[in-house]
């Protein structure tokens, strides 16, 4: 019986040992269809939208790495994917899987709300705080004073931090409800 208890054992660790790893929570495209297990999408881009692929991710993440000055743990910050609509609506997100630094979705909130102050950007603000399959969310939702309008997602999960940003002019409001439904889709 001892036996057959540690092949199971030994078994098991095998396969946990070769299943696919994604150390910074970067998701996986094929074609048109983004998972990430971490952050539990697994979404279709829509038609609309074009799509930044994994490997022009991967060239901008290397890029934006190359560019900055020293800093080792700026490779743990990336950007997962980017959608932008014909009418100019983005959505960025970029993840941080730092081992070293403390994740706090408000705190990182309102570091961006100091970003955005300090840059000389007016804005108002509604926050509140959503669930997505299961994950908070701190969720802004700015006015900015050039005529555009903001939806900012921060969420923390297994010491990942994913900042969403979703930035569209007035009246392009329904992009902003069809990223979130792409995000909840399967709940």
Same mark, same amino acid.
């Given at each position: 019986?001892?036996?057959?208890?540690?092949? =199971?054992?030994?078994? *098991?660790? #095998?396969?946990?040992?070769?299943?696919?790893?994604?150390?910074?929570?970067? +998701?996986?495209?094929?074609?048109?269809?983004?998972?990430?297990?971490? /952050?539990?999408?697994?979404?279709?881009?829509?038609?609309?939208?074009?799509?930044?692929?994994?490997?022009?991710?991967?060239?901008?993440?290397?890029?934006?790495?190359?560019? =900055?000055? +020293?800093?080792?743990?700026?490779?743990?910050?990336?950007?997962?994917?980017? /959608?932008?609509? $014909?009418? !100019?609506?983005?959505?960025?997100?970029?993840?941080?899987?730092?081992? =070293?630094? /403390?994740?706090?979705?408000?705190?990182?909130?309102?570091?961006?709300?100091? /970003?955005? $102050?300090?840059? +000389?950007?007016?804005? =108002?603000?509604?926050?509140?705080? #959503?669930?997505?399959?299961?994950?908070?969310?701190?969720?802004?939702?700015?006015?900015?004073?050039?005529?555009? !309008?903001?939806?900012? *997602?921060?969420?923390?999960?297994?010491?990942?931090?994913?900042?969403?940003?979703? $930035?569209?002019?007035?009246?392009?409001?329904?992009?902003?409800?069809?990223?979130?439904?792409?995000?909840?889709?399967?709940?």
């Amino acid at each position: 019986m001892k036996k057959i208890v540690l092949a =199971s054992l030994l078994i *098991l660790l #095998v396969l946990v040992g070769c299943s696919p790893k994604d150390p910074m929570a970067l +998701g996986v495209y094929k074609d048109r269809q983004y998972t990430n297990n971490v /952050f539990n999408y697994k979404f279709e881009v829509p038609e609309t939208f074009a799509y930044l692929t994994s490997e022009e991710l991967a060239v901008v993440n290397k890029e934006r790495h190359e560019a =900055s000055e +020293g800093a080792e743990e700026i490779d743990h910050v990336n950007k997962i994917f980017e /959608f932008s609509n $014909t009418n !100019k609506t983005i959505i960025n997100a970029m993840v941080d899987s730092r081992p =070293s630094y /403390f994740k706090n979705a408000d705190k990182e909130m309102n570091l961006y709300l100091n /970003f955005l $102050t300090d840059a +000389g950007i007016k804005y =108002s603000a509604e926050r509140v705080i #959503v669930e997505i399959k299961g994950i908070a969310y701190e969720r802004a939702d700015l006015t900015l004073d050039f005529n555009m !309008k903001q939806t900012v *997602l921060i969420a923390v999960e297994n010491d990942y931090l994913l900042n969403l940003q979703m $930035t569209y002019s007035n009246g392009n409001e329904a992009d902003v409800d069809t990223i979130l439904a792409m995000l909840s889709e399967n709940e």
